[in-house]
């Protein structure tokens, strides 16, 4: 008996000092801006990650994830959305920390799964950047800080990802489709997105935006396109493209060492369900139709943290770049 009451006691010690946030509980009180800190004051030389998390068999690669995140230099601190409101605190509790790193880690337990609350804006967000991720995507840090360069190196104004796709039309059937093609696009993904906290409040706040979100909820899926509707729309400017160092844990195509638990977390993610693509596309044409207009824009080309030697000369042989010693 007296081991059960040491334990309770030592759980109840521990939540009252781990940084446990509570969500919004209606976007009125998320776009109320006298919950929200002043604009002025937001860092312009930091970010705020934003990790969605729902599966807790991902829970171990979460942890990673939000500590490698925390422990990045231009990383002022980590929000770890929690979307499934029946996970109980203790199973939560490895996520909150306020050491390891020199930015805190913060659970923030949303109280339903709505994929829109994703880019529901908080008070805890102290600085103009976000990076939107999702938590079976590991960056390299380096990869991280070239992202953010490059987000502000445009102004802040477009969405910078790592994963791109695009949108097209199907003459035809006169409707729009989710493609991805060799030499441009029109989307990035939330898989990791940097962007301005000014977006949040636009995706959120905007009741022109209302039956979209809606849609949203319905289908459990396109928040990541129409964020990119809305920052092309406000923008007027298509999505930046960056090179670097990614692991997709998610992917479903992941066969590598890994084995078993990259092949399950892949089968857990939406992309890996039948008819995504099509659903895809099919919010693609009932946004188009809901905002009365398209705003996607492409892009083309990737940028680059440095560029290497591209000539090819023949040594042993081989046909290889010049750099490369024999």
Known sequence: MWRKLLFLLVLLLFFSVSPL????????????????PDPLTLRPDRLTVLINGYSEARLPLLNTLAASYAAHPLVDAVLVLWGDPSTPAATLASLSSQGGGSASVFVVRNPSTSLNARFLPRAAIRTRAVAVCDDDVEIDSRTLSFAFSVWGSRGGVALVGLFARSHDLDLERRRWIYAVHPDRYSIVLTKFMIMSVDYLRQYSCWGRLSEARRLVDRE???????????????????????????????????????GGAEVAMGRMGL??????????????????????????????????????????????????????QN
């Open 271 to 324: 992309s890996a369900r039948h008819g995504h693509r099509k659903k895809r596309g099919d919010c693609i044409t009932e946004f188009h139709r809901m905002l009365g207009e398209m705003p996607l824009k492409y892009s083309y080309g990737k940028v680059v943290d440095g560029v290497g030697e591209q000539g090819l000369c023949e040594k042993g042989g081989k046909l290889v770049l010049c750099d490369r």
């Open 220 to 258: 459990r899926n396109c928040e990541d396109i129409l964020m990119n509707f809305v920052v092309a729309k406000a923008s007027g400017v298509g999505p930046v493209l960056v090179g670097g160092r990614v692991r997709d844990w998610g992917d479903p195509r992941n066969n590598g060492s890994g």
């Open 21 to 36: 946030l509570s969500s919004p509980e209606s976007y009125s009180d998320a776009c109320d801006p006298r919950s929200l």
